[in-house]
């Protein structure tokens, strides 16, 4: 039966202006995890219990950690962009969910905003393990500055050149190329599939 144990925030780290990094520490339970898996957490907000889900986006050996980006009006997600510090205590359950589990030699993923989050885990892990794997990574987001892990996957192109690929879809147009800018829909696709 799948509990809550307390974990301590170990880092907090400024992903974009709204977005953050949170490392934890479990002091309890079982945290090994596959990558793609995902922690509910359980916080008290004014009398209110509620209960979130935050994927993974590290890889086994970086330790705990979740990208929370601030959706407007949020109470758990701005909760974690305001006010969560380092030292603090916090409720989690273990590791759960199976997404990413059927990953072969090939692999295409598509991301929007903080769905790059076990994505990103799961990238990172198995690019490392297996050198006959690759990821192609479609990400859309509103803008550049608003690009989670951004930087990390530049440096992921950059160690992995000939089997990890990152097409970055815009919204705010700040794209070269018409088919990378605006919103992802279907004859996009068609046009990158065709790509
Ligand atoms: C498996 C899974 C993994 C996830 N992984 C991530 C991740 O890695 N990173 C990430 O950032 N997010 C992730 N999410 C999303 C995350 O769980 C939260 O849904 C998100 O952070 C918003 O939660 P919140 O408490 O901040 O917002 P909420 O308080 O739930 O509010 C969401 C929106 O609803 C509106 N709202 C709230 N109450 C009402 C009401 N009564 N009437 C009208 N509108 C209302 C709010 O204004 C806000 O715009 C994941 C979700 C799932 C299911």
């Known amino acids: 039966m799948p509990r809550f144990h307390t974990a301590h925030v170990t880092d907090i780290r400024r992903e974009t202006d709204d977005a953050v990094v949170i490392s934890l520490a479990p002091n309890s339970g079982d945290f090994s995890f596959t990558p793609g ?23 086994a050996s970086e330790g705990l950690k979740i990208g929370v980006k601030a959706v407007d009006g949020g109470s758990f997600s701005n909760c974690a962009n305001q006010n969560i510090s380092v030292g603090d205590a916090i409720e989690v359950m273990e590791p759960m969910g199976t997404f990413g589990e059927k990953l072969g030699e090939n692999n295409l993923g598509f991301a929007g905003g903080s769905g790059i989050t076990p994505l990103l885990s799961i990238i990172k892990s198995i ?25 990390e996957l530049q440096d ?3 160690i992995y050149m ?14 070269d190329i018409d088919l990378f800018a605006g919103r992802l829909d279907s004859e996009k696709l068609e046009n990158l599939f065709q790509g």
């Open 162 to 175: 000939e089997r990890f690929y990152v097409i970055h879809m815009l919204e705010d147009n700040a794209q």
């Open 127 to 151: 690019l490392a393990e297996n050198q006959n794997t690759s990821f192609t990574l479609v990400y859309a987001n509103r803008s550049v500055a608003s690009t989670m892990f951004r930087t």
């Open 156 to 158: 992921l192109k950059d």
């Open 37 to 59: 898996q995902y922690l509910t957490f359980r916080r008290d907000f004014g009398g209110v219990e509620l209960r979130r889900c935050y994927s993974i986006c590290s890889t």
